[in-house]
């Protein structure tokens, strides 16, 4: 594995941390997953299968320290790797329509998505919910998707233009961002 990757990666989980950190809880302890655009953000720059792992279980780990959701730990270990490969599975079959922007918004969008479920899953089955299924998704799950994708699509060309510009990474042209 690369240094340079390695440094990269490092630096979106540490970012994905602070910001699962900071934004309080506000539904029954849960709130949007910050961290799961810096992983999705990962896994479309660098889409290697150690990569993938390794921010997967990573950002579970972290994710579960610092959540509110009253034992959200193992819910949070089993959720991050899961939709990492499931994110990762998806970005390779749609490959040449998720190297845009707006396609990164939208697998970020879907990405959420299937996180957010099997994250409300998990927990109902090992901790159960301190709510119902369906409005704990509506509520936290359906505005952190919106939350995220949006996050995506501001992020997105920002890390792409600076690793661009510091060689990091081999990355496309200005015109396949569109």
């Known amino acids: 594995m690369n240094t340079k990757t390695l440094v990269s990666l490092s630096l979106l989980v540490g970012i994905g941390a602070v910001l699962h950190t900071v934004i309080p ?3 029954l302890g849960m709130k949007p997953d910050m961290m799961l655009t810096m992983m999705f953000l990962g896994i479309i720059l660098f889409p290697a299968k150690k990569n993938v792992l390794l921010l997967g279980v990573l950002t579970g780990v972290i994710s579960g320290l610092t959540t509110q959701f009253p034992g ?3 819910p949070n270990l089993i959720d991050k790797p899961i939709t ?3 994110f990762y599975g998806l970005f390779l079959a749609t490959q040449k329509v998720t190297r845009s922007v707006i396609g990164a918004s939208v697998l970020t969008a879907a990405g959420t998505l299937v996180s957010g479920s099997i994250f409300l899953l998990s927990a109902y089955v090992i901790v159960g919910l301190p709510g119902a299924f369906f409005a704990l998704f509506a509520a936290v799950v359906l505005p952190a998707t919106l939350v995220n994708a949006a996050a995506m699509f501001v992020v997105y ?3 792409h233009s600076i690793l661009k510009r510091s060689n990091l990474k081999e990355v496309r042209t200005s015109e396949q961002l569109s």
Request: hydrophobic fraction near 75%; proline fraction near 8%; charged fraction near 0%.
């Open 157 to 159: 060309p920002i890390i």
């Open 25 to 27: 809880g506000f539904f």
């Open 72 to 74: 959200g730990f193992l």
């Open 84 to 86: 990492a490969f499931v």
